[in-house]
């Protein structure tokens, strides 16, 4: 009598093969360089209006409470946009949960070009903030989709690095539009949103999963797929919430991008109160800066992926690379009474660096613990809590300011400390990172 044949799997179910599995193809790495473009685009257009609100802030009669008033109706839509984008990445998949956040944004942007009140400039902020938040859970979505664990933090590291590319990139793409091709303001934001229709085409063209792309050979699918199987497909809203691992990501979003959003706001006034130099014409000291955050978001995410390929798990491989990330922001604390501007720079750089190495690290648990069609969920509820932080410090900043004469001693210290109270609060809501298996 013969055995009876064990049914194939099914071809969307990944084989764990019982020979370890080599890294093999690139294909995954042209969608990094996609989303690395898209990052781009998206800081672009975020920037473009703090580098015009000077000139526009005259032309308009802007008061700095108008100004304040604008940039927080962007925050708060930014904060509550990320619990809608990541539920529809979740909902839709990252192929149409993106196009739709692009769409959104790019419709945002080009309302800038129309608006001539406060008012019409922080609906058109609005809509630019809620397309906006879609951004970074279709990143670590898609990266969930396209690469292993040990390769996760690397490929999401080199995607970050491009937020400070977009920043860097701001300044010149306005000189393009404004200067070379003589266009004003309200034109330079409805050309530019150019870049948006640009991305929506590239992304709807050339994204899929991997097994419907076409492009990806057995051997780099294998290497995609070979992590060990999830249990579960999906975990709904009202459970997301009751998890701890959720909170583990949620809190350390809550205290540490708030460093990121202070310095993209308050280090030009840093830099023209302490030394009397504009950033936005003296252009090194900011590429310098942000060249090194670079640096930093590549560094710590490759530090994480060779830890695991190494034989460490994710659990070992994510804290350590936490916490190697939170002592290269201690520069930070004495930027502040410096008065050679240079080393000020530099000491700023590498806090940067350091803050993009948590990032990349950090944006890389929420796949460890959570299945994929769970993950643009749980990094909104990220996105939203790190979006609150961010209005608070914003506000406490000024308060501090205003009560210690413009010294930024108290802030900067503050900055230091959020990154390892932050590292402690994943441990104790998830000391293993362990994976939720249950709903």
């Known amino acids: 009598m013969t ?4 049914a194939p799997p099914a071809p969307s179910t990944p084989v764990i093969p019982a020979t370890p599995v080599m890294p093999s193809g690139r294909y995954r790495w042209a969608i990094i360089a996609l989303l690395f473009f898209a990052t781009t685009v998206n800081y672009i257009d975020r920037t473009m209006l703090g580098l015009l609100a000077p000139s526009l802030g005259k032309e308009l009669g802007w008061t700095e409470d108008d100004y304040g008033n604008i940039v927080t109706a962007f925050q708060a839509a930014y904060a509550l946009g990320f619990l809608l984008m990541g539920w529809l990445i979740d909902r839709f998949g990252p192929k149409v949960g993106y196009a739709i956040a692009i769409t959104i944004w790019t419709i945002g942007h080009v309302a800038h070009g129309f608006a001539s009140s406060v008012a019409s400039f922080m609906a058109a902020r609005v809509v630019l903030g809620v397309g906006e938040a879609g951004h970074f859970p279709a990143v670590v979505r898609a990266s969930s989709e396209w690469f292993p664990q040990k390769e996760r933090a690397l490929a999401i590291g080199w995607v970050n690095s491009g937020t400070t590319i977009g920043v860097i990139l701001t300044a010149p793409t306005l000189a393009l539009f404004l200067n070379t091709l003589g266009l004003g303001w309200r034109e330079t934001f409805i050309w530019s949103g150019l870049f948006g229709v640009v991305l929506l085409g590239l992304w709807w063209w050339f994204y899929s ?6 492009n990806v050979s057995e051997a780099e699918l294998a290497w995609i797929e070979h992590d060990p199987p999830e249990k579960i497909q999906q975990i709904g809203w009202s459970r997301i919430v009751t998890k701890r691992e959720a909170w583990a990501f949620a809190t350390a979003k809550f205290l540490t ?4 959003f202070l310095m993209l706001f308050w280090l030009p006034k840093y830099f023209a109160a302490t030394y009397n130099v504009d950033l936005k014409i003296v252009l090194l000291p900011m590429i310098i800066m942000y060249l090194l955050s670079d640096v930093g978001s590549i560094a710590g995410g490759w530090l994480s992926s060779k830890l695991i390929q190494r034989g460490r798990t994710a659990n070992y491989a994510r804290k350590v690379a936490l916490l190697v990330s939170g002592f290269c922001v201690l520069p930070l604390l004495f930027v502040s009474g410096l008065e050679n501007m240079w080393l000020a720079v530099v000491l700023i750089g590498i806090a940067l ?14 796949p460890d613990m959570f299945p994929k069609r769970a993950v643009g969920s749980v990094i909104g509820l990220g996105g939203f809590a790190g979006g609150i932080g961010g209005m608070i410090m914003a506000k406490s900043t000024g308060l501090v300011l205003d009560a210690t004469g413009g010294n930024y001693t108290v802030i900067f210290m503050a900055c230091t400390t959020v990154y390892f109270i932050a590292v402690l609060a994943i441990h104790l809501l998830s000391p293993r990172l362990t994976k939720v298996e249950q709903v």
């Open 3 to 6: 055995e009876p044949t064990a």
């Open 209 to 214: 999963n991997p097994r419907q792309s076409g």
């Open 257 to 260: 991008d708030p460093v990121w």
């Open 353 to 366: 660096a350091g803050h993009q190495s948590f990032s990349s690290n950090l944006l890389s648990i929420p």
